[in-house]
């Protein structure tokens, strides 16, 4: 509920006195404003007679009231407000004996003199009899705060219960609002239930001996009433709650002027002390730039935290006593009323909604939700769309549709319902999912490949620009089949198995010199490439395998499927006849199937669940096919580029650039495509000079001599 600003309502009002300081203080016909005349107080011991004067401007001024109009100018708005659900506070604050118990509480034994208390009370009673579309239920409490001592005064009476039981604490509440655990609520019915309580309390309350007055109180009172109200007619509306604080603070009397002593004089000090921790959370409230208020350095300001800074109509009563005498304690409460005047408060109604009621609520709009969507689609032509969580059997139906998607068995999915898009996403995310994991079994299973390629690394090779997943010929095999040794030798059988079409494909027969490229290529195959053809062979096979794993697999899982087919239409057939026949029923009268399709209902799931098992492993047979599929792939492009460049290297390069890329030569032969290693070539006999030439040709004829006599 949102909130309006509003300011702390301050009145005053002077307990009726024969000795009334006219001079002194005077109040204006506007009825709001008070000026005091005051001599200056003397500095240092010299008597100053100069006088001064102060102006206070407050809400109301209330000389000479009786009691049921400071109650109507004070309290009647607050507690009104107070039973649509908003909190109140009002507090009485002055020096002892200036009339605040007279103000809150009134003469317990004159019903006309009868304070703001039992009036609210009347009040609030009057109000709930009145307001018959609402129940209310009103509770009370009564705290005493005693020497920095929270108090129950309504403990003696067993009917309440505690907001949380143990010692009385005070707690916040998430909400920003303040309770105190622990502390007893009773529940009234009506005034005199409500009157007995504050009777009782009253009775409680710690009295004091003081020197100014034998009955004043010497602690702080917050007597509450709690009212919660709930709607008689609008069952789904939210239900109100609210809290009246009416306090009675201790007398703000300056110590030295009590002249008590002991117990009295240390109650003094607390009480002075919590009022003065009051006035400090009321200048740091009223200052905009102070973040902190410092409301838990006593348990009053604690207490009150809610009442001063919180969703509360607040109002105070400045109590003074228009004596002379007490002229100075007169102008330190109208100064402290003045300062509470500018703190702003956030009144805002404290609605809750019942979490059944909530549930209900909600429960009626998805109803109407629902309703509503039917309505579209019959107004759009559509086939209604179910609304409702999706079955197993649903889950299941969405699950084989999209694996016959991905099978490339369905065309397309039609859509229904969100549901059904939501569930269908999840089942093509599980079978990406399965195929990751797949992948992930496969590059395990073929680590050993998958090393062979570091070895391709680690030869240093870079400029190849192959990151294969391949083996890669071993420094032995390379040196075994260096260009020359294999040129000009007879072409010999392929033992190692089938090409591939495309491997042959790739070369263009020609026969003049230089050699060949098909034979060259089988000469290649044997010698320096032999390696990894040998992968590409051992690829091969595993792959043939997996093929052939994945025919029988499909083989069996259409028997599979045809045995469903006939497995369901033969047990449509039992149904029918059953339906035609009559339901056998047991005993106790429960159906009874027939054996016959008990025995196929039966062997159906078992079927199903075969079919079930034997498609996720065909899904993962189809991964590790396509696998092997791109290994073969990766082994072929690698095998032909390598012999590209062997066969560039042997036959197409010029003596002298052979001799660069022989062994020991400043480039390394092998897979450098021929137009880049004609260019390096050039570039590093050019920078060696002409002379290098001659120096590498001479150099391979003699390593090629020893070659030869070996
Ligand atoms: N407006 C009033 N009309 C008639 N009598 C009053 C009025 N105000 C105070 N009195 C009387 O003055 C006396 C002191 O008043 P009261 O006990 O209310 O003072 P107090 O401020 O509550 O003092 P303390 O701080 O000790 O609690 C009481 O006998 C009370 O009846």
Same mark, same amino acid.
Not at 143 to 148: R, T
């Given at each position: 509920m949102s909130a309006h600003s509003s300011e702390v309502k301050v009145f005053v009002r002077t307990r009726p006195t024969a000795c009334f300081a006219q001079d002194l203080i005077e109040y204006l016909p506007d009825k709001q404003t008070v000026n005091v005349r005051h001599r200056r107080e003397s500095r240092k011991g010299v008597?100053?007679?100069?006088?001064?004067?102060?102006?206070?401007?407050?809400?109301?001024?209330?000389?000479?009231?009786?009691?049921?109009?400071?109650?109507?100018?004070?309290?009647?708005?607050?507690?009104?407000?107070?039973?649509?659900?908003?909190?109140?506070?009002?507090?009485?604050?002055?020096?002892?004996?200036?009339?605040? !118990?007279?103000?809150?509480?009134?003469?317990?034994?004159?019903?006309?003199?009868?304070?703001?208390?039992?009036?609210? $009370?009347?009040?609030?009673?009057?109000?709930?009899?009145?307001?018959?579309?609402?129940?209310?239920?009103?509770?009370?409490?009564?705290?005493?705060?005693?020497?920095?001592?929270?108090?129950?005064?309504?403990?003696?009476?067993?009917?309440?219960?505690?907001?949380?039981?143990?010692?009385? !604490?005070?707690?916040?509440?998430?909400?920003?609002?303040?309770?105190?655990?622990?502390?007893?609520?009773?529940?009234?019915?009506?005034?005199?239930?409500?009157?007995?309580?504050?009777?009782?309390?009253?009775?409680?309350?710690?009295?004091?001996?003081?020197?100014?007055?034998?009955?004043?109180?010497?602690?702080?009172?917050?007597?509450?009433?709690?009212?919660?109200?709930?709607?008689?007619?609008?069952?789904?509306?939210?239900?109100?709650?609210?809290?009246?604080?009416?306090?009675?603070?201790?007398?703000?009397?300056?110590?030295?002027?009590?002249?008590?002593?002991?117990?009295?004089?240390?109650?003094?000090?607390?009480?002075?002390?919590?009022?003065?921790?009051?006035?400090?959370?009321?200048?740091?409230?009223?200052?905009?730039?102070?973040?902190?208020?410092?409301?838990?350095?006593?348990? $009053? !300001?604690?207490?009150?935290?809610?009442?001063?800074?919180?969703?509360?109509?607040?109002?105070?009563?400045?109590?003074?006593?228009?004596?002379?005498?007490?002229?100075?304690?007169?102008?330190?409460? $109208?100064?402290?009323?003045?300062?509470?005047?500018?703190?702003?408060?956030?009144?805002?109604?404290?609605?809750?909604?019942?979490?059944?009621?909530?549930?209900?609520?909600?429960?009626?709009?998805?109803?109407?939700?629902?309703?509503?969507?039917?309505?579209?689609?019959? $107004?759009?032509?559509?086939?209604?769309?179910?609304?409702?969580?999706?079955?197993?059997r649903q889950v299941d139906e969405i699950k084989s549709q999209v694996q016959r998607y991905l099978a490339g068995t369905l065309d397309e999915i039609t859509i229904v319902s969100i549901r059904q898009i939501q569930e269908m996403f999840t089942q093509f995310k599980k079978a990406v999912e399965q195929e990751q994991k797949v992948k992930e079994q496969l590059s395990q299973k073929y680590s050993l490949v998958e090393k062979s390629e570091n070895t391709v690394g680690s030869v240093g090779e870079v400029e190849s620009g192959f990151g294969l997943g391949l083996a890669a010929p071993s420094q032995k095999h390379t040196q075994a089949s260096s260009p020359n040794k294999s040129k000009g030798k007879k072409i010999k059988e392929n033992k190692g198995g089938t090409v591939n079409q495309s491997e042959t494909d790739a070369l263009t027969p020609n026969c003049d010199s230089p050699p060949c490229k098909f034979e060259a290529f089988e000469d290649f195959k044997l010698g320096r490439g032999s390696e990894i053809n040998r992968i590409l062979k051992e690829n091969k096979g595993v792959l043939l395998e997996r093929m052939d794993q994945l025919h029988k697999l499909t083989q069996a899982i259409n028997s599979c499927k045809r045995d469903i087919d006939h497995m369901s239409s033969e047990l449509q057939l039992c149904r029918e006849q059953r339906q035609s026949q009559g339901q056998f029923v047991g005993e106790k009268g429960e159906p009874v199937l027939e054996e016959a399709e008990l025995i196929l209902l039966v062997g159906l799931r078992e079927k199903k669940d075969q079919y079930r098992q034997s498609y996720e492993e065909l899904l993962s047979t189809k991964a590790e096919v396509r696998y092997c599929q791109h290994l073969v792939d990766q082994c072929r492009i690698r095998l032909l580029t390598e012999f590209e460049s062997w066969y560039n290297e042997s036959f197409l390069l010029p003596e002298e650039v052979q001799t660069i890329f022989s062994e020991g030569g400043p480039i390394r032969p092998g897979l450098i495509p021929v137009d880049k290693a004609l260019n390096l070539v050039s570039q590093t006999l050019l920078a060696e000079g002409p002379s290098a030439v001659s120096f590498y040709n001479a150099h391979n004829r003699t390593v090629q001599r020893v070659r030869n006599t070996q």
């Amino acid at each position: 509920m949102s909130a309006h600003s509003s300011e702390v309502k301050v009145f005053v009002r002077t307990r009726p006195t024969a000795c009334f300081a006219q001079d002194l203080i005077e109040y204006l016909p506007d009825k709001q404003t008070v000026n005091v005349r005051h001599r200056r107080e003397s500095r240092k011991g010299v008597v100053n007679n100069q006088m001064s004067s102060w102006s206070f401007k407050l809400d109301g001024v209330m000389h000479n009231m009786s009691q049921e109009e400071v109650y109507q100018s004070v309290a009647h708005s607050v507690v009104l407000r107070a039973l649509e659900g908003y909190n109140g506070t009002i507090m009485c604050f002055g020096q002892t004996g200036a009339g605040k !118990t007279y103000t809150m509480t009134g003469a317990t034994e004159s019903y006309q003199q009868r304070g703001i208390i039992p009036r609210a $009370l009347q009040e609030v009673f009057y109000e709930v009899e009145q307001r018959v579309d609402h129940t209310f239920s009103v509770f009370l409490s009564f705290l005493e705060i005693y020497n920095e001592t929270l108090v129950d005064l309504l403990a003696s009476i067993k009917r309440g219960r505690a907001v949380q039981g143990g010692a009385l !604490t005070i707690v916040e509440d998430p909400g920003g609002g303040v309770s105190v655990k622990g502390l007893t609520l009773h529940p009234v019915h009506n005034e005199e239930e409500a009157f007995n309580l504050l009777f009782e309390g009253e009775m409680n309350r710690i009295i004091g001996e003081h020197a100014l007055n034998k009955n004043s109180s010497r602690s702080h009172c917050i007597f509450t009433i709690h009212i919660e109200s709930r709607s008689r007619t609008l069952s789904d509306a939210p239900y109100v709650t609210s809290k009246l604080n009416l306090v009675d603070l201790a007398g703000s009397e300056r110590l030295s002027k009590t002249g008590s002593e002991g117990q009295v004089q240390r109650e003094a000090l607390y009480i002075n002390r919590s009022l003065s921790f009051l006035e400090q959370a009321i200048i740091a409230l009223t200052d905009r730039r102070r973040e902190h208020v410092p409301f838990r350095q006593s348990k $009053l !300001t604690h207490s009150l935290k809610d009442s001063l800074g919180g969703n509360c109509n607040t109002v105070l009563v400045a109590n003074i006593y228009g004596e002379a005498a007490q002229i100075e304690e007169t102008l330190s409460t $109208l100064r402290f009323a003045t300062r509470m005047k500018c703190v702003r408060t956030q009144p805002s109604i404290n609605e809750h909604i019942d979490p059944a009621l909530q549930v209900r609520r909600l429960q009626k709009e998805i109803q109407l939700l629902k309703q509503e969507l039917s309505l579209h689609d019959t $107004l759009a032509n559509r086939a209604v769309v179910p609304n409702e969580s999706l079955s197993d059997r649903q889950v299941d139906e969405i699950k084989s549709q999209v694996q016959r998607y991905l099978a490339g068995t369905l065309d397309e999915i039609t859509i229904v319902s969100i549901r059904q898009i939501q569930e269908m996403f999840t089942q093509f995310k599980k079978a990406v999912e399965q195929e990751q994991k797949v992948k992930e079994q496969l590059s395990q299973k073929y680590s050993l490949v998958e090393k062979s390629e570091n070895t391709v690394g680690s030869v240093g090779e870079v400029e190849s620009g192959f990151g294969l997943g391949l083996a890669a010929p071993s420094q032995k095999h390379t040196q075994a089949s260096s260009p020359n040794k294999s040129k000009g030798k007879k072409i010999k059988e392929n033992k190692g198995g089938t090409v591939n079409q495309s491997e042959t494909d790739a070369l263009t027969p020609n026969c003049d010199s230089p050699p060949c490229k098909f034979e060259a290529f089988e000469d290649f195959k044997l010698g320096r490439g032999s390696e990894i053809n040998r992968i590409l062979k051992e690829n091969k096979g595993v792959l043939l395998e997996r093929m052939d794993q994945l025919h029988k697999l499909t083989q069996a899982i259409n028997s599979c499927k045809r045995d469903i087919d006939h497995m369901s239409s033969e047990l449509q057939l039992c149904r029918e006849q059953r339906q035609s026949q009559g339901q056998f029923v047991g005993e106790k009268g429960e159906p009874v199937l027939e054996e016959a399709e008990l025995i196929l209902l039966v062997g159906l799931r078992e079927k199903k669940d075969q079919y079930r098992q034997s498609y996720e492993e065909l899904l993962s047979t189809k991964a590790e096919v396509r696998y092997c599929q791109h290994l073969v792939d990766q082994c072929r492009i690698r095998l032909l580029t390598e012999f590209e460049s062997w066969y560039n290297e042997s036959f197409l390069l010029p003596e002298e650039v052979q001799t660069i890329f022989s062994e020991g030569g400043p480039i390394r032969p092998g897979l450098i495509p021929v137009d880049k290693a004609l260019n390096l070539v050039s570039q590093t006999l050019l920078a060696e000079g002409p002379s290098a030439v001659s120096f590498y040709n001479a150099h391979n004829r003699t390593v090629q001599r020893v070659r030869n006599t070996q």
